[in-house]
């Protein structure tokens, strides 16, 4: 996702099958699953133009021709500034939100008419296929109430059996409503608002016993509190502002983890 946020969700059949997510450092980050179906998960950035900046280029290196899937986890700028120019240039099949969202962004709907896109407001238990892989909507709850972060899209992301947690911009009440709907076990698990320091997160990492925990955040800002959580939880950290782009590399037959600085 982006500077801030821009998601991408992808699925390739391959023998054996292989999927990956990539996490960026692009000022925040961006995540990935590649393949042949193509997704993405909020298009933000505290930069200027982040959608023809960093977005577009990526995505023509990419050689991506169309989204299948945008997932848009909240309306902060620092998660949607670049989504209405990736919605001219590249409308997706689909957009799935939360009725928050669409509260407060009714100018989707229109757009969604006027390029000719599914507009879906989705809430937990609601999963989306993509092309093997699937996409469940683990967070926020029907009817739940709270700040504009507390009622962020989280996704759980299953492929070959494996699971990773993108935890959106959840804060306490947010991680605490998770919680009470008893998420699985995941192998990794990209970090509530950018790694701060939150009572929730150790609870958190409890339940899902994560090998990897990704933070999205520039050098310095993940906060020392949550790298401890990180260490007692027994979950590697890597951070994108100190490490670059981390790609998750997820088979049947395990989880593998690079890095990548340029």
């Known amino acids: 996702s982006y500077a801030h946020d821009f998601f991408e969700i992808r699925v390739r059949i391959k023998f054996p099958i292989i999927g990956w997510i990539t996490v960026f450092s692009l000022g925040i980050h961006e995540v990935e699953l590649s393949s042949e179906h193509y997704g993405d998960n909020d298009a933000g950035s505290d930069r200027e133009a982040i959608d023809r900046r960093v977005i577009e280029p990526y995505l023509a290196r990419r050689g991506v021709s169309g989204i299948d899937t945008l997932f848009l986890s909240h309306g902060d700028a620092d998660h949607c500034s670049g989504l209405e120019g990736l919605l001219d240039s590249r409308p997706p099949r689909r957009l799935v939100t939360t009725s928050r969202v669409l509260d407060r962004m009714p100018w989707l709907l229109a757009k969604g008419r006027e390029r000719g896109f599914e507009v879906v407001?989705?809430?937990?238990?609601?999963?989306?296929?993509?092309?093997?892989?699937?996409?469940?909507?683990?967070?926020?709850?029907?009817?739940?109430?709270?700040?504009?972060?507390?009622?962020?899209?989280?996704?759980?992301?299953?492929?070959?059996?494996?699971r990773i947690l993108l935890s959106g911009d959840l804060e306490e009440a947010g991680i605490a409503r998770l919680l009470e709907s008893d998420p699985p076990r995941a192998d990794g698990v990209v970090l509530p608002h950018h790694g701060e320091g939150l009572a929730g997160l150790g609870p958190l990492l409890s339940r899902t016993r994560p090998r990897w925990a990704i933070a999205s955040a520039p050098a310095g800002g993940v906060d020392p509190?949550?790298?401890d959580v990180c260490r007692r939880a027994g979950a590697a950290l890597l951070e994108t502002g100190e490490d670059g782009a981390v790609r998750v590399w997820l088979s049947a037959s395990g989880v593998r983890v690079e890095t990548h600085r340029r």
Do not use: Q, T
């Not at 892989?133 to 009622?151: K, M």
């Open 225 to 227: 509190s949550a790298r």
């Open 121 to 162: 407001a989705a809430s937990r238990g609601r999963s989306f296929d993509l092309g093997g892989a699937r996409a469940v909507v683990v967070a926020p709850g029907p009817g739940d109430e709270g700040s504009d972060n507390d009622l962020s899209m989280a996704l759980l992301l299953e492929w070959e059996g494996r």
